[in-house]
């Protein structure tokens, strides 16, 4: 899974090595590797704006990264399977999950951790 960054100028990839990494566009160089997840990542998508990325992965959470540096924000844990995609509200300050449990729990707590 490969995604664009809202201007363009980036690429966002999700991996079967745990991990999601964020490309520079133009020139392919790499920029920054979010690692944390315990298996393969399912998705990832920037909000809106670009400034954060939220990752989904089989392990069954989801986590929260700051594009500009790609550390680490918040791990949004709760689905009892895995999380199959995640995305965000059209104003980027709230992120929901899609998982194979069929639940979309801590959507509040995911919420509250886009915003700090």
Same mark, same amino acid.
């Given at each position: 899974m490969a995604c664009f960054d809202p201007s363009g100028t980036k690429v966002l990839t999700a991996s079967l090595d745990r @991990? +999601? !990494? =964020?490309f520079d566009a133009q020139s392919g160089a790499l920029l920054h590797t979010m690692s944390g997840h315990t298996v393969f990542v399912t998705g990832a998508v920037f909000a809106r704006g670009g400034r954060h990325i939220v990752s989904?992965?089989?392990?069954? @959470? +989801? !986590? =929260?990264w700051d594009a500009a540096t790609g550390a680490p924000l918040a791990t949004m844990k709760g689905h009892s399977e895995q999380v199959t995609g995640a995305t965000f509200n059209p104003e980027g300050?709230?992120?929901?999950?899609?998982?194979?449990?069929r639940t979309a729990p801590g959507a509040e707590m995911a919420a509250q951790a886009a915003t700090t």
């Open positions: @991990t +999601a !990494r =964020l989904s992965a089989a392990d069954g @959470t +989801a !986590r =929260l300050t709230r992120f929901v999950t899609v998982s194979k449990d």
